[in-house]
């Protein structure tokens, strides 16, 4: 099937510990973004990258890390320095051209603090 | 005052009823948006793009109002599956990237 893969779909995390969300895509898209989402909030960017082995930082990066090795994959790590990470994590890929390119989601990662 | 802007509602409508929300986007150099739809602890889902003046999809319709910088969606004769969330989202160059902005949603809720 043609998609993207989000994995784990629940996260616990303790106190002090860093986690990575894995992001799998097999839809040939250059661009991959990470969203985190909290109770009645919109989507907030965490990071994106717009080709392999380059990235950028998003609107809320702070805590957070990413690596774009490959094309297919585009792993996040909530580290220990993100003091509220209780949230819903989602991947997506954007196909088509420029500003009227889509995007298109994993089914997302809910991660919680134990 | 945010990029994107959508009244949080919720709204509740009756089955088969027509119900209609607007998006509002400050930025005008928003070229092209989109409505998703999202259930639950689920992920967003295109509903429909819009890059001028409208579109539409079966009991779906979007418009783009650029004078007065909104975008609408209307769902005519709507069914209990209509019940979600509705996301808008603009679409625009910023210095060589595409910036997406998210609006908070809308809360729909089909009332049988």
């Known amino acids: 099937d043609g998609g993207i893969t989000q994995s784990p779909k629940y996260l616990f995390r303790k106190e002090g510990q860093n986690v990575t969300l894995s992001c799998e895509q097999n839809l040939n898209h250059d661009a991959m973004y990470w969203y985190r989402q909290d109770p009645g909030q919109g989507l907030r960017l965490i990071y994106y990258?717009?080709?392999?082995?380059?990235?950028q930082k998003g609107d809320i990066a702070e805590g957070y890390s990413v690596s774009r090795e490959k094309k297919e994959s585009f792993p996040l790590t909530v580290t220990s320095a993100q003091k509220n990470p209780t949230a819903f994590y989602l991947c997506?890929?954007?196909?088509?051209?420029?500003?009227?390119?889509?995007?298109?989601f994993g089914s997302g990662t809910q991660l919680s603090v134990l | 005052r945010k990029e994107v802007e959508q009244d949080p509602g919720p709204f509740n409508v009756p089955e088969g009823a027509t119900v209609a929300f607007n998006c509002t986007y400050s930025n005008s150099a928003s070229q092209s948006f989109f409505w998703y739809r999202q259930d639950c602890r689920k992920e967003p889902k295109l509903l429909m793009s819009v890059y001028s003046s409208g579109n539409e999809d079966g009991r779906f319709t979007a418009q783009l109002n650029r004078a007065s910088q909104y975008i609408s969606l209307l769902i005519r004769d709507s069914k209990l599956s209509d019940s979600a969330t509705y996301l808008c989202v603009g679409s625009r160059s910023n210095f060589g990237n595409e910036k997406l902005t998210f609006g908070t949603g809308t809360r729909l809720t089909i009332i049988p």
């Open positions: 997506a890929t954007r196909g088509g051209s420029g500003v009227f390119g889509k995007l298109f």
């Open positions: 990258s717009q080709i392999v082995n380059d990235f």
